[in-house]
């Protein structure tokens, strides 16, 4: 176990009058063995009083209070949900992006190789998080967390979004399947494959697309913390390297947001 504070990584972008962010390691918890140490994965198996004690670690640093640290039941999907106040866990909704006007609620997507985006208006005062894994971002998940945004009161043009750790193209290998559902969809995406080193497979570059998805709908400012989540094991776990290693189960990175007093 550890008594250091959790270690979140913020990005200038999101440095905004009155909004709280922090991309958030998997550093300064209190779990151990394969989930040291601050996993916040309520579906992991890891023990629920350190998941419990590593979130309200989360909350103390984005500044918001223990019990208004949320997150959502995530199913890979399109779905946002606006938040109006918290909930329990057992009442999370199925969706992978919330947004918010509310102050001191702190709203978090969980990643272990997928893209958490994070997302802020500070002049409407709305914010949001999405988590866009393959099937997010392609079925359409970010442009629907900007509309939500947006029908808060935010202004496209003022929204700066920031992609935070995930996997890379170096270390995400997909199967021809794969590649032919994106370029099928549009032939131009061919441009975010390359060849792997195993035939008929390729490296797709995800944190890419999604900042092409990004441009297209165009908020004022995208930045790409440009972080892998593969290669950094001291500071990030990883789905995919689990698989590769066979091991039993992986912690789960949160990354928050939060308006709070400026």
Known sequence: MSDSPAIALRHPSLDLPGVSHGFFTRQGGVSDGIYASLNGGNGSGDNPDHVRENRGRMAEILGVPRERFITCYQ??????????????????????????????????VATADCGPVLFADSEARVVGAAHAGWKGAFTGVLEATIAAMVGL???????????????????????PEFVERFVASEPDNRRFF?????????????????????????????????????????????????????????????????????
């Open 75 to 108: 199913v890979h999907s399109p779905n946002v949900v606006v938040v109006t106040e918290p909930w329990t866990r057992e009442n999370a909704p199925k969706v992978d992006a919330m947004v918010t006007r509310q102050r001191n609620l702190a709203i978090a």
């Open 153 to 175: 009161g935010a202004r496209r043009e003022n929204i700066t979004a920031v992609l935070g750790p995930m996997i890379s193209r170096s270390a995400y290998e997909v199967g």
């Open 194 to 262: 390359t060849p792997s080193p195993r035939d008929g497979h390729a490296m797709f570059d995800l944190p890419s697309y999604i900042g092409m998805r990004m441009s297209k709908a165009g908020i004022g400012r995208f930045e790409d913390i440009g972080l892998c989540t593969y290669e950094d094991e001291e500071r990030f776990y990883s789905y995919r390297r689990v698989t590769h290693r066979k091991e039993p189960d992986y912690g789960r990175l949160l990354h928050g947001i939060a308006l709070v007093d400026a």
